[in-house]
């Protein structure tokens, strides 16, 4: 039984970074895919980061890149998402999500995908409001 458990949100300024921690409870192998997504007021779910538990493969969405940075210890199980340069629009429900790998034939490791319905169990969320 797998279970992931987010913690880390909490209340930030413009400006100020932030680190979320998602805990994988259960998972024995390296064999999966593993997704940050978040859900604002009001808004559709929106996917925020994956990666592979290989850890050969990340991917983050237009709209955080290059200031969210996605990071896996599997000797933890644990997976970061580091947070910077925060505004207003990043205030959300933030969720880690397992899933499946993903394998294109003929091509050397896996990846993930940043779709939701590519995951199977999720966590219960963590709170980021970003807001002076």
């Known amino acids: 039984q797998v279970q992931l458990v987010e913690s880390g949100g909490g209340r930030a300024q413009p400006g100020d970074s932030l680190t979320l921690s998602c805990e994988a409870l259960g998972v024995t192998s390296i064999s999966y895919s593993i997704g940050w997504f978040r859900q604002a007021p009001g808004k559709e779910r929106e996917a925020v980061a994956c990666?592979?538990?290989?850890?050969?493969?990340?991917s983050t969405s237009d709209s955080v890149k290059g200031r969210f940075t996605m990071s896996i210890d599997n000797v933890k199980n644990t997976i970061l998402l580091q947070m910077s340069s925060l505004n207003a629009e990043d205030t959300a429900v933030y969720y880690c999500?397992?899933?499946?790998?993903?394998?294109?034939?003929?091509?050397?490791?896996?990846?993930?995908?940043?779709?939701?319905?590519?995951?199977?169990?999720w966590g219960q969320g963590t709170q980021v409001t970003v807001s002076s």
């Open positions: 999500a397992l899933g499946s790998p993903k394998y294109i034939p003929g091509v050397a490791g896996s990846y993930c995908r940043l779709d939701e319905n590519e995951y199977t169990s």
């Open positions: 990666g592979t538990g290989s850890k050969s493969y990340t």
